[in-house]
């Protein structure tokens, strides 16, 4: 009969036929490295995106408001990750994070709005 060993540390198993590790920390560490480096790569522009949305949020409680490059910058903001776009009919262009809306005025300002809705 051949031996099974765990696909993580290549102890061998024993227990169920149809078992393919020694313990739950294998069986984690395994599935951490197969899906790894996209699942980073996604989790690092997420956290971008909660981070500008909160900060948005912070400065926008009551869902418009104006604000200065220089504040958003200072707390973290990150003007190139966005979740979308919304051109009005004028030509005005808003960048969303999430429901969190920003577009640039005159003399470094910005308008922040929250999307209806």
């Known amino acids: ?66 604000t200065l490059k220089v504040i958003l910058e200072k707390q973290g903001f990150n003007f190139n990750y966005f979740t979308h776009t919304y051109t009005t009919q004028n030509g005005r262009v808003y960048y969303f994070c999430y429901e969190q809306g920003y577009s640039e005025l005159e003399n470094n300002k910005y308008l922040l709005v929250k999307k209806e809705g």
């Open 1 to 66: 009969m051949e031996q099974r060993i765990c696909l993580e540390c290549g102890e061998p198993l024993r227990g169920r036929a149809d078992q393919k590790f020694c313990n739950d920390l294998c069986r984690n560490a395994w599935n951490n490295k197969k899906g790894g480096a996209p699942t980073n790569y996604m989790r690092k522009i997420n956290r971008i995106l909660k981070n500008n949305r909160a900060i948005l949020l912070g400065l926008n409680p009551e869902d418009k408001t104006s």
